[in-house]
């Protein structure tokens, strides 16, 4: 995806969510890697699904990527399981 430089904060990127609402399981959303000026938090919007948020600005030209991991427990069944989604970020160098 596509940002400009110096974007306004706070702002919503990216979402994401469960396909499916399983009985006795909940989901944890985290950003697994690529966060180390930690300008991204994820947000829980739902029982079943969270946002990636943008709390510092970016300047470009930059290329981030940020692996989102989306974490489904259930205590019904003993299950414990992970999905990782790759996000790139392109940041232009210009603000449009």
Do not use: C, H, W
Not at 42 to 58: E, K
Not at 76 to 90: D, E, H, P, Q, T
């Amino acid at each position: 995806m596509d940002i400009v430089s110096g974007r306004s904060i706070p702002t919503d990127i990216f979402q994401m969510q469960a396909t499916t609402r399983y009985p006795g399981a909940y989901y944890i959303f985290q950003i697994k890697s690529g966060n180390e000026g930690r300008e991204f938090y994820m947000r829980q919007t739902g029982p079943i699904s969270a946002t990636l948020v943008m709390t510092r600005p970016v300047k470009g030209p930059r290329d981030i990527q940020l692996d989102l991991e989306m974490i489904t427990v259930n205590t019904v069944i003993n299950f414990r399981g992970s999905s990782v989604i790759r996000l790139r970020i392109y940041v232009s160098q210009y603000p449009f």
